[in-house]
């Protein structure tokens, strides 16, 4: 469970982290089926796909802090 005393960072590696795993357990098979939910386009595995995609872009948008300001927690 994600309890209040996480960071931002550490709840982004956990969402990460679960949308790879439901990925490598809904993996398709040789059929194109995946193996869980048998069908062939697995909703479940296009929301980990979301999830990555759009954790992909929040590290897009960081941007490195100028020499002069003090770093900033994540």
């Not at 990925?23 to 595995?45: E, F, W």
């Not at 296009?46 to 003090?70: C, F, G, I, K, N």
Request: hydrophobic share 35%; aromatic share 2%; charged share 20%.
């Amino acid at each position: 469970m994600t309890g209040p005393f996480l960071s931002l960072a550490q709840i982004h590696n956990r969402l990460v982290l679960t949308a790879r795993q439901v990925l490598r357990q809904h993996q398709p098979g040789p059929d194109r089926r995946c193996p869980s939910c048998r069908t062939t386009g697995c909703p479940i595995a296009d929301a980990a796909r979301d999830v990555l995609h759009a954790a992909r872009e929040l590290q897009l948008w960081r941007t490195a802090p100028d020499s002069d300001d003090p770093p900033q927690p994540l």
